[in-house]
């Protein structure tokens, strides 16, 4: 399983960047997705995460409004659009896969879950 992430970069305070995860050696549709993020010095906080018919999502609070997952099934992509970009948003972002069953088409992992894969990361500085 491979998960690679790309996009990051230096952006000013209430700024845009789109991440992008580009995923090989999974059956992309049988997994949901998300992403992770870790501060300097902190741990890695599960922040968005999308139900594998795409149905349902799961944002953490301090991103609820400013960034957008959505995931490209025949593209095997998942993406992290993220607007109005703060200071405390600066990490290193990954991506993350996490098998479901079959019949749990509608099912995003919680907050506080753990996934099974997970990518490289992507660094994102935002200045201020």
């Known amino acids: 399983v491979q998960l690679q992430a790309s996009g990051g970069g230096l952006v000013q305070a209430g700024g845009s960047l789109t991440l992008s995860c580009v995923a090989s050696?999974?059956?992309?549709?049988?997994?949901?997705w998300g992403w992770f993020r870790q501060a300097p010095g902190k741990d890695r906080d599960y922040i968005v995460g999308?139900?594998?018919?795409?149905?349902?999502?799961y944002y953490t609070d301090s991103v609820k409004g400013r960034f957008t997952i959505s995931k490209d099934d025949a593209e095997n992509t998942v993406y992290l659009q993220m607007s109005n970009l703060k200071p405390e948003d600066t990490a290193v972002y990954y991506c993350?896969?996490?098998?479901?069953?079959?019949?749990?088409?509608?099912?995003?992992?919680?907050?506080?879950?753990?996934?099974?894969?997970y990518g490289q990361g992507t660094l994102v500085t935002v200045s201020s």
């Open positions: 050696g999974v059956t992309f549709s049988t997994y949901a």
């Open positions: 993350a896969a996490d098998r479901v069953y079959t019949s749990q088409r509608d099912y995003v992992p919680p907050r506080g879950s753990y996934y099974d894969y």
């Open positions: 999308i139900s594998k018919n795409g149905r349902n999502t």
